[in-house]
């Protein structure tokens, strides 16, 4: 199969008229939106809007009823399971609100778990680097229980970026972080996409969070209604409440 090589195009993940339904629910609707190599873009909505659903297709968590994705040119319908399996781990990064860290190992192993189980070795410069900006360095033999809230999720931050994605999913990564915390969580978000030409895609509900994405897409009802270029807090918000 021949497909279309990353290099080749400055589309991050692409999808094209993809419609989900569970039962008689719609949780997508027909919806076609790209997401440009190196951008950072807040996706949100109220509950029920289809968020999660978005994201679990764009990620190629889930497949679509209808329509397509496609992730570095690759149209990941045609893969198989065990083939889209290897392309997420390889080529996409997940940061979630609950930090999904194996409480048996410590940070550096959960770091680098995505390696492990891809049956590749750490490269020992980049993984000093990732630890370096999420402040870990003298926290990698402890274990997750000996972490505070914000610093398990700069440690499921590391895991995501270590493999060198081309793009990185974030799902709610601030909801259970208090202000402060989720404030170094983003900046730390929005560095990866400045320095490194990382792109993110963040699914929240948080206005302030989206304030630090380029570009805010709005869910309502299963379809992409609108988008807002360098969204303000305070826009974010009054767009919201219209939803």
């Excluded at 690759?74 to 065990?82: F, H, K, N, P, Q």
């Excluded at 189980?117 to 490269?123: F, P, R, V």
């Amino acid at each position: 199969m021949t497909t279309t090589t990353v290099q080749a195009t400055a589309e991050a993940v692409r999808l094209e008229s993809v419609t989900k339904t569970y039962g008689a629910v719609r949780a997508l609707d027909g919806v076609t939106w790209t997401f440009p190599r190196g951008g950072f873009t807040a996706v949100m909505g109220p509950s029920g809007s289809g968020k999660s659903t978005f994201l679990h297709c764009a990620s190629g968590l889930d497949r679509p009823s209808e329509g397509g994705v496609r992730i570095g040119g690759v149209d990941i319908g045609r893969l198989s399971e065990a083939k889209r399996t290897l392309l997420r781990r390889k080529r996409i990064g997940f940061v979630f609100q609950d930090f999904n860290l194996i409480p048996s190992m410590d940070v550096e192993q959960n770091i680098t778990l995505p390696l492990q189980l891809g049956g590749l070795e750490a490269d020992p410069a980049w993984l000093a680097e990732v630890v370096r900006r999420v402040g870990l360095a003298d926290r990698l033999r402890h274990r997750p229980s000996e972490l505070s809230g914000g610093q398990q999720q700069r440690a499921a931050l590391a895991r995501a970026l270590v493999t060198r994605p081309e793009v990185v999913f974030a799902d709610e990564p601030t909801g259970a972080l208090d202000p402060r915390t989720a404030r170094e969580v983003l900046r730390l978000l929005r560095e990866a996409v400045d320095t490194t030409g990382q792109t993110l895609v963040l699914v929240t509900h948080d206005p302030l969070a989206a304030a630090w994405a380029d570009s805010a897409v709005f869910l309502s009802r299963g379809r992409i209604v609108d988008e807002m270029l360098r969204p303000t807090a305070a826009a974010v918000a009054s767009r919201w409440e219209s939803l």
